[in-house]
Antibody
Framework: QVQLVQSGAEVKKPGASVRVSCKTS????????ISWVRQAPGQGLEWMGW??????KYAQKFQDRFTMTTDTSTSTAYMELRSLRSDDTAVYYC?????????????WGQGTLVTVFS | SYVLTQPPSVSVAPGQTARIPCGGN??????VHWSQQKAGQAPVLVIY???VQPSGIPERFSGSNSGNTATLIISSVEAGDEADYYC?????????FGGGTKLTVL
């Protein structure tokens, strides 16, 4: 079955960068996109961007310090968020994305908690 | 940017029907998707394209979309349906989520 398995929790200091991986299996990686969504503690879902066949679309809020990449040889997607602040503390999810509008997400990874703490 | 509005909470007794609204300007012209998030878990897609159930989702979950409101409908509600529910659309430039609705099963 389709699975997305994310890397483990991270603790970072303000100003640092974090990289999260999302290893996929159970489908042909290049036929779908990957979206990244985050959820701050006790808050709702916030879309960060998607990547499909090397093409990327970033939410305006993140486009200056957020980068998505993929490694098709290992069917793995990566996200990097730079210049971390305390309000970047959140669970970060990857999700299999249709790759085109209207962009639904199925399934989701298990999430990666990123804590920004001085 | 496009705004989706959901009530913070909806309560329903077991066996009854829950209706969770998602408001947006002329939302009827957009494809609406719904995800369920149980406490401490990742979201799960329960409806896409307004009313289509992904494989493995019970038929008790359905959706509608007209005017300025899309609705997730859960019939014969069970205790296990207690969760946060999020609506989602593509607004032409970005993915937009509603603020989420907590469904409480009384």
């Amino acid at each position: 079955q389709v699975q997305l398995v994310q890397s483990g929790a991270e603790v970072k200091k303000p100003g640092a960068s974090v990289r999260v991986s999302c290893k996929t299996s159970g489908y042909t990686f290049t036929t779908s996109g990957i979206s990244w969504v985050r959820q701050a503690p006790g808050q709702g879902l916030e879309w960060m961007g998607w990547i499909y066949n090397g093409n990327t679309k970033y939410a305006q809020k993140f486009q200056d310090r957020f980068t998505m990449t993929t490694d098709t040889s290992t069917s793995t997607a990566y996200m990097e968020l730079r210049s971390l602040r305390s309000d970047d503390t959140a669970v970060y999810y990857c999700a299999k994305d249709l790759g085109r509008p209207p962009h639904w997400f199925d399934p989701w990874g298990q999430g990666t908690l990123v804590t920004v703490f001085s | 940017s496009y705004v989706l509005t959901q009530p913070p909470s909806v309560s329903v007794a077991p066996g009854q029907t829950a209706r969770i609204p998602c408001g947006g300007n002329n939302i009827r012209y957009k494809s609406v998707h719904w995800s369920q998030q149980k406490a401490g878990q990742a979201p799960v897609l329960v409806i896409y394209d307004d009313s289509v159930q992904p494989s493995g989702i019970p038929e008790r979950f359905s959706g509608s979309n007209s005017g300025n409101t899309a609705t997730l409908i859960i019939s014969s509600v069970e205790a296990g349906d207690e969760a946060d529910y999020y609506c989602q659309v593509w607004d032409g430039d970005s993915v937009v989520f509603g603020g989420g609705t907590k469904l409480t099963v009384l």
